[in-house]
């Protein structure tokens, strides 16, 4: 059974730097694409950052030059470096991966981790 864990939120102050973590366990023959998105107070969801296996990246315009997603490929490990952080990058961060595992192709999503920029 494959399970995302995600870890690295908390309370940073305006201008700061965070790094979130998700960790993929189990049974995993690829990691087709990954992603990370996010839900702030009385949002939708909307696309962080994602990157694909070939490591094609693709940012949300309001985070371009901010923030980095990478990737360990030893670890399963999808990193979002996120620098100069502002006030309206506050919000809940989910994982999400594309896999290929023992059942075939599917999606996956991460518990989220709350992320709050204030002073």
């Known amino acids: 059974q494959v399970k995302l864990v995600e870890s690295g939120g908390g309370l940073v102050q305006p201008g700061g730097s965070l790094r979130l973590s998700c960790a993929a366990s189990?049974?995993?023959?690829?990691?087709?694409?990954m992603a990370w998105y996010r839900q702030g107070p009385g949002k939708q969801r909307e696309l962080v950052a994602s990157?694909?296996?070939?490591?094609?990246?693709n940012y949300g315009d309001s985070v371009k030059g901010r923030f980095t997603i990478s990737r360990d490929y030893g670890e399963n490990t999808v990193y979002l470096q996120m620098n100069s952080l502002k006030p309206e990058d506050t919000a809940v961060y989910y994982c999400?991966?594309?896999?290929?595992?023992?059942?075939?192709?599917?999606?996956?999503w991460g518990q989220g981790t709350q992320v709050t920029v204030s002073f």
């Open positions: 990157m694909t296996n070939g490591g094609n990246t």
């Open positions: 999400n991966l594309d896999l290929i595992t023992v059942t075939g192709k599917g999606e996956y």
């Open positions: 189990g049974v995993i023959f690829r990691i087709n694409t």
